[in-house]
Nanobody, 125 residues
Framework: QVQLVESGGGSVQAGGSLRLSCAGS????????MGWFRQAPGKEREFVAA????????YYADSVKGRFIISRDNAESTIYLQMNTLKPEDTAVYYC??????????????????WGQGTQVTVSS
């Protein structure tokens, strides 16, 4: 069983930055590809970014490409989402998720094996 705990959410003005963290509390995340997803009020959850186990292979949604960076520290069993140039439409609850397929980079949330509880990000104009 993998437990994921997100942190780093908060409120920021448009154009600002936040860094989200996702820590694996009961197992190393080295054995998992990892993803970030988000869900805005009244909308379906959507894919944001993914990284393979090595932290080198990454994949981004078009809406965040060039603004967000996903990274990981396997020694610390933590992944990060650096969010820059934030926009009001980035407002959502952000979830990290673990995929037991080490190399898979997918936007399909059905491929994820474990989920965190989410952290709120609010961007004001």
């Amino acid at each position: 069983q993998v437990q994921l705990v997100e942190s780093g959410g908060g409120s920021v003005q448009a154009g600002g930055s936040l860094r989200l963290s996702c820590a694996g509390s009961s197992a190393t995340l080295r054995s998992y590809a990892m993803g970030w997803f988000r869900q805005a009020p009244g909308k379906e959850r959507e894919f944001v970014a993914a990284t393979a186990w090595n932290g080198i292979n990454t994949y981004y949604a078009d809406s965040v490409k060039g603004r967000f960076i996903i990274s990981r520290d396997n020694a610390e069993s933590t992944i990060y989402l650096q969010m820059n140039t934030l926009k009001p439409e980035d407002t959502a609850v952000y979830y990290c998720a673990a995929d037991s397929a080490l190399w898979r980079l997918t936007s399909y949330e059905g491929s994820m094996d474990y989920w965190g509880q989410g952290t709120q990000v609010t961007v004001s104009s």
